[in-house]
Nanobody, 129 residues
Framework: QVRLVEAGGGLVQAGGSLRLSCAASGRTFDTDGKTMGWFRQAPGKEREFVAGITWLTGRTNHADSVKGRFTISRDNAKSTLYLQMNSLKPEDTAVYYC????????????????????WGQGTQVTVSS
């Protein structure tokens, strides 16, 4: 089992920044958390991939819509995942979810939500214009 707890969401003006964090724990995290990802879901839309990172090697992958503005990172010692979000836009408004996958781990980073078995509760990010 893997437990994921997100924090850091809130209300920010367009152009501003936020940093999300996700604390991971659980006895199976070593095998079930080979890849960690951030997804988001806006009202009336499907959940979409934002960014992913391989826990062991730190390889990253970002969606085109956030490339150059968002950065995913992790702190292995703290078992914590981060998403630094800069130059936020109103279209970034969504509930952001942290997720853990047993796939990948070295080079491959899954981008499909179905490949992630564990999810956090989500944190709301609202960007005002």
């Amino acid at each position: 089992q893997v437990r994921l707890v997100e924090a850091g969401g809130g209300l920010v003006q367009a152009g501003g920044s936020l940093r999300l964090s996700c604390a991971a724990s659980g006895r199976t995290f070593d095998t079930d958390g080979k890849t960690m990802g951030w997804f988001r879901q806006a009202p009336g839309k499907e959940r979409e991939f934002v960014a992913g990172i391989t826990w062991l090697t730190g390889r990253t992958n970002h969606a085109d819509s956030v490339k150059g503005r968002f950065t995913i990172s992790r702190d292995n010692a703290k078992s914590t995942l981060y998403l630094q979000m800069n130059s936020l836009k109103p279209e970034d408004t969504a509930v952001y979810y942290c997720a853990a996958s047993s796939y990948g781990g070295v080079l491959y980073i899954p981008r499909v939500s179905g490949d992630y078995a564990y999810w956090g509760q989500g944190t709301q990010v609202t960007v005002s214009s």
